[in-house]
């Protein structure tokens, strides 16, 4: 059922490594629910009440926009696991997290077309830890509240034609932050130290 307060969300609404600047924090959306048969993957309908869970990682440092409570984010990368099948995203999906301190009161996150003009999103009534949507860090959502969505959210997938198209979601759905761990340049010099020794050694081999 669409949820009025939720779908508020929505329409309130880029890591690498380097030797010499720090990589930023990345931290992964993991979200699941439910399609029912408005929503399409690659042109066929699904069967209503078809499980999904999706990951979508962002950093959390580069944001669209921030207002208090809420972050809004380009997905570096993201990918659907549905029917037991993994389908890899192409670049245009938008995370947005949100906690209660916003204007619309709820924690809540959500996903949201590159042009902005659609979205689907779900509100939850705690976290835990607490969290700052704006500056977000690894939570766990719970009590969920309900699902909110606008148009209809198009997602090209690698390999799929006609991509994801989702025009609702259903049923409760879960949702949490996990930090993704960082690699450090000390892995990089590593890399690079042990391919010096091996060059050396090769070198007096041939001697």
Sequence with gaps: ???????????????SISLVTPALATLSLNYSGYFDSDSLLDGKAFANNTAFSMTALFEEGSPISVVTGRGVFSATSFSFLIDSNTYIGSPGLVVVVQSSDSSQGVNGVGLVGANFSSFVSSAFTRVTPAFNGAQPTATVFSGFQGNGWSGSLHLDLIGDTDGLDINSISGVSTASLTAVPEVTSSFTLLGLITSGLLLRRRTKTLR
Aim: proline letters at 7%.
């Design 1 to 15: 059922m669409k949820h009025p307060i939720i779908t508020s969300i929505g329409l309130a609404v880029l890591a």
